[in-house]
Antibody, heavy 121, light 108 residues
Framework: QVQLVQSGAEVKKPGASVKVSCKASGYSFISYGLSWVRQAPGQGLEWMGWISIYNGNTFYAQKVQGRVTMTTDTSTSTAYMELRSLTSDDTAVYYC??????????????WGQGTLVTVSS | DIQMTQSPSTLSASVGDRVTITCRAS??????LAWYQQKPGKAPKLLIYKASSLQSGVPSRFSGSGSGTEFTLTISSLQPDDFATYYCQHYNSYSGLAFGGGTKVDIK
């Protein structure tokens, strides 16, 4: 069955970086894309960006453009999302979600379990 | 950028009720709309895509309708498992995608 398994919770200081992983199984990793979505405590869902597993093309939301980098390792079927220059506003649960292989982004039929990133001094 | 507005933000209902949630887009998005259900501490679950297509495994009491700028999610007979927060999402746009603010369905 399709599974997306994310790395564990992180606590970071303001100004630091965080890198969250998302390991896929149960489907052809290279045939789909991945999006990253975050959710601040008690808030709604915010799309952060998309990556094509096939060619590494990316599209980032304007709000995080310049601070986020999405990458993949096809040898381990793992995607990564790195966010730099963290502030308290970045405290959230971060989700990876299976997406279309080509841009523009589509709907998300499978999601990871979420990774809580807490930014605190 | 396209903005998605959901109403109401909170809805109180009883088991067996017919429930309707509305999602409005700031400009036409054709039928490029999905609906998700999220329970506390869990990842969202896809219910509907392309405005009215039911995702595999989702109960038939869920239905979606609409096109252009106005969309609805209907639960024909609310069940205890349906108390959750629901989000709409537009997609297939070269400028990115966006979610609605969410509608929490709680027990009356």
């Amino acid at each position: 069955q399709v599974q997306l398994v994310q790395s564990g919770a992180e606590v970071k200081k303001p100004g630091a970086s965080v890198k969250v992983s998302c390991k896929a199984s149960g489907y052809s990793f290279i045939s789909y894309g991945l999006s990253w979505v975050r959710q601040a405590p008690g808030q709604g869902l915010e799309w952060m960006g998309w990556i094509s597993i096939y060619n590494g093309n990316t599209f980032y939301a304007q709000k995080v453009q310049g601070r986020v980098t999405m990458t993949t390792d096809t040898s381990t079927s793992t995607a990564y999302m790195e966010l730099r220059s963290l502030t308290s506003d970045d405290t959230a649960v971060y989700y990876c979600a299976r997406d279309d292989e080509q841009w523009p982004s589509s709907y998300f039929d499978y999601w990871g379990q979420g990774t809580l990133v807490t930014v605190s001094s | 950028d396209i903005q998605m507005t959901q109403s109401p933000s909170t809805l109180s209902a009883s088991v067996g009720d017919r429930v309707t949630i509305t999602c409005r887009a700031s400009q036409s998005i054709s039928s490029w709309l999905a609906w998700y259900q999220q329970k506390p501490g869990k990842a969202p679950k896809l219910l509907i895509y392309k405005a009215s297509s039911l995702q595999s495994g989702v109960p038939s009491r869920f239905s979606g309708s609409g096109s252009g700028t106005e969309f609805t999610l209907t639960i024909s007979s609310l069940q205890p498992d349906d108390f959750a927060t629901y989000y709409c999402q537009h997609y297939n746009s070269y400028s990115g995608l966006a979610f609605g603010g969410g509608t929490k369905v709680d027990i009356k």
